[in-house]
């Protein structure tokens, strides 16, 4: 049987198995996601061979390769038998699961997606660009259901809550803002001038949401009343693309590779380190919580989780 990734068993964390080939060139960042049934493992290349991939990644089974030019960032769709994917070229687009091909494509002028965010439900798709705008998407239809208002500038990144109702955005221009989706208001706006927001991760409770910063500090906020739950504190400074474990126990960190952190106590259970100052990648958890993808920096995509059992 998989055991669950807890932080008391990280110290036997291995990585498990390499996904794809390493890249025909230098790549600056990639995207990794796992589709909401838990089924499938995503892959985007930024420079590279600038690889779309997807795999069955239980069985280590790559589905497909197609190559996007300028992707930046990608999330399933598997409802729609889809993969959503913004470029650098103002498009977003849904490219099939069967054969790569793209099924719909539309021009969003004027607006350079620097960030993609897919509600639980996978009706839902969040982007914002280099001046702050975040635009709302239905992927039904495949067509915009306009910008959300508020005091956000320079987002760094946004994150569905996990019904769905609320969408937060980290800002580095010191704002952490929260809007309820339905009606497009912000109900939580958190103002700190001095600092840099760069991250945000809902709680899968929902009662709690995380914001990280240029600095060591990860700030907590309670979704109740908006009100200051606590301070973490991360690895280094800088740490970016928060995201929790699914029971909400561990939470990861970027910064030259991956931490993966205690939740309550911010205590350090497990590190991966990389060489290379100038690349990014994220790490994610799987649904189930038996594995976390990470990026590599040749391009290949690693599992990182507990030894297999003995039979």
Known sequence: MTQVLRSDNGPRWIQRSRLGT????????QQVAFSSDGE???????????RLRWWRWRQERQLGEVTVSQGVAVQALPSLGGLAVTDARFQVGLYSLEDGRPLRLSRVPDYEVRGLEVSPDGTRLAMHDLTG??????????????????PQQEVARLAFSPDGRLLAA???RGHVVVWDVASGNPI???????????????????????????????????????????????????SSQATFSPDGGLLTVTRYGFSVLDART????????????????????SPDGTVIAWGEDDG??????LPPEPR
């Open 170 to 172: 980290a800002c580095l």
């Open 266 to 285: 911010s205590t350090r259970v497990f590190r991966h380190e990389v060489d290379n100052d100038f690349y990014a990648a994220n790490a994610a958890f």
């Open 22 to 29: 390493p890249a025909p060139g230098r790549v600056e960042f």
């Open 133 to 150: 705008s975040v635009l709302m998407w239905d992927t039904r239809t495949w067509t915009s259901l306009g910008q959300l208002q508020g």
């Open 188 to 238: 939580l706006v958190h103002v700190e001038a001095d600092e840099q927001f760069v991250s945000v991760a809902f709680h899968p409770a929902g009662t709690e949401l995380v914001a990280t910063t240029t600095g060591p500090r990860i700030q907590r906020f309670r979704l109740s009343d908006g009100g200051l739950a606590g301070t973490l504190r991360g690895p280094v400074a800088g």
């Open 40 to 50: 499938l493992l995503v892959a985007l290349e930024h420079k590279g061979g600038e």
């Open 300 to 305: 290949t995509v690693g599992l990182w989780g």
